[in-house]
């Protein structure tokens, strides 16, 4: 391949100045779809994310029989008697290869489950393991991986599971988001090293809760969620403050000035630790009338940060750690091996490429600032290696990144946002 196939960064002349509107959450969009399709009575929501991962969602939700209308941008789901047999296109999403198993665990039949190439890499197998011992037929051809169906009879016992969550987050919210609609609801114990992602979770109990599901999550390690209805609930997505990161992160590599509209006061979204972070870089951060601004001061200080909690925002961090006065270290991220590619080593390789100087912990990254030359950026079908690319084509020169429209994952409307915002 050569670099002429990539599509061309735009570099900063001058510094990014700017406003940002980004779409709905990814992980909202996909909890409210799943809550929807199993609750008590019809739901709308507004500001759903429009992407390929709430597509698929969606797609997956309707082929088990939930019924999903939309009009003036107003999604609404009408939840149907679930039944098989059905597919599932899970792409490389994983909150549709995670949640939608427990809940095709309630259909009637058989649902098959398949997605694109490198989904059938990440893991599965706690998940597929945690049904099996709730009571549901699971046939994986004892690979632990994609493709694999699950074989319902209309309900599922439920009760005490053991796991380890270590690996992702996302095997514990499946889960809780179905539990409530098992006889016996879920009691899930996580026994392992620490769960990632812990905003994830809060974001998952914090919108059982609003649906008046009883969660308690007072034991650590430990989710207990009482069988009973979910309640349809109205529901109004926020933006997406993840991919609003890489937009604000021009801001600090170039001494620019950028806000993010819509930004909330209040939030479960890993994004939400986005402020802190920036300011502990050295950019100047403010939070007003639900707007978020970041100025970049110039200076970038290099970081030992924890990102056991956020690991989503890796890529667009490392990226501003790249033009820091001083290494970083990202620690507490093995997980990001199981991502949409194996984050670790794609970072390093594609960082290092343009001459960088990164290298793989067991847990992390290290960082150590260099001179950055041109050159082709491979994505790997992540979006948020496309997002670190383009933060660090601000600032080199010639940067092309390999293809941009893998941002559609999440974020159809990046290369024209960005473009928009820094030329
Ligand atoms: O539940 C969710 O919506 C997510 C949980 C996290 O997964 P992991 O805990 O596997 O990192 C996060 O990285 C992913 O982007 C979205
Ligand atoms: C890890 C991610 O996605 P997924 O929901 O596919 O796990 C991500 O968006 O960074």
């Known amino acids: ?3 002429q196939q990539g599509w061309p960064a735009p570099s900063a002349t001058v510094a990014v100045r700017g406003r940002v509107t980004v779409p709905g959450s990814k992980s909202i969009s996909n909890r409210a779809l799943v809550l929807a399709a199993i609750a008590d009575g019809p739901s709308t929501l507004s500001g759903l994310l429009v992407a390929r991962d709430t597509n698929l969602m969606r797609q997956a939700l309707v082929s088990l029989g939930v019924g999903i209308t939309e009009q003036d941008g107003l999604v609404t ?14 792409g490389l999403a994983g909150t549709v290869m995670r949640f939608v198993p427990p809940v095709a665990a309630l259909a009637d039949g058989e649902i098959a489950f398949d997605g694109d190439a490198y989904a059938r890499e990440r893991p599965m197998n706690v998940i597929l393991g945690a049904l099996r011992a709730l009571g549901v037929q699971i ?13 319902g009879t209309g309900s599922v016992r439920g009760g005490q599971v053991t796991l ?4 992702s987050s996302q095997f514990v919210s499946a889960l809780l988001l179905a539990g409530a609609r098992y006889d016996e609801g879920v009691d899930i114990i996580h026994d392992g090293k620490p769960v990632p992602s812990q905003p994830h979770l809060d974001m998952s109990v914090a919108m059982l809760r609003e649906r008046g599901v009883q969660v308690d999550d007072s034991q650590p390690n430990r989710w207990i969620v009482a069988p009973g209805p979910i309640r349809a609930l109205d529901y109004a997505i926020e933006p997406d403050l993840s991919n609003a990161a ?91 091996r199981g991502h949409e ?38 994505t790997y079908h992540d979006h948020r290696m496309a997002h670190a690319a383009a933060v660090l084509g601000l600032v080199v020169p010639g940067l092309e ?18 473009s928009a915002l820094v030329s």
Not at 164 to 167: M, N, V
Not at 249 to 276: F, K, N, R, S, Y
Not at 348 to 356: D, I, K, P, S, V
Not at 403 to 410: E, M, P, V, W
């Open 77 to 90: 789901v009408t939840p149907g008697s679930l039944k098989g047999p059905a597919s599932v296109d899970c």
């Open 164 to 167: 380890d969550a270590s690996g």
């Open 246 to 336: 890489p937009f604000l992160a021009a801001a600090i590599v170039t001494g620019g000035e950028v806000t993010v509209t819509g930004w909330p006061a209040q939030t479960t979204q890993p994004g939400g630790q986005l402020p802190d972070i920036f300011t502990r870089f050295g950019a100047d951060v403010t939070l007003a009338d639900g707007e978020l601004t970041v100025r970049g001061t110039g200076r970038i200080e290099g970081l030992d940060l924890d990102l056991s909690e956020v690991g989503e925002l890796t890529p667009v961090l490392l990226a501003i750690a790249a033009f820091a006065d001083g290494p970083s270290y990202l620690r507490g991220i093995a997980h990001l």
């Open 139 to 151: 046939e994986d051809h004892g690979t632990g991986r994609m493709p694999y169906s699950v074989s």
């Open 1 to 3: 391949m050569t670099a």
């Open 341 to 378: 590619t194996d984050r670790l080593a794609a970072l390093e390789t594609e960082f290092n490429a343009l001459g960088g100087d990164v290298t793989q912990t067991p847990d992390g990254l290290e960082i150590r600032p260099k001179p950055l030359h041109s050159g082709l950026f491979g």
């Open 401 to 418: 990144i390999e293809n941009i429209a893998t941002t559609a994952k999440t974020l159809p409307e990046f290369p024209e946002l960005w």
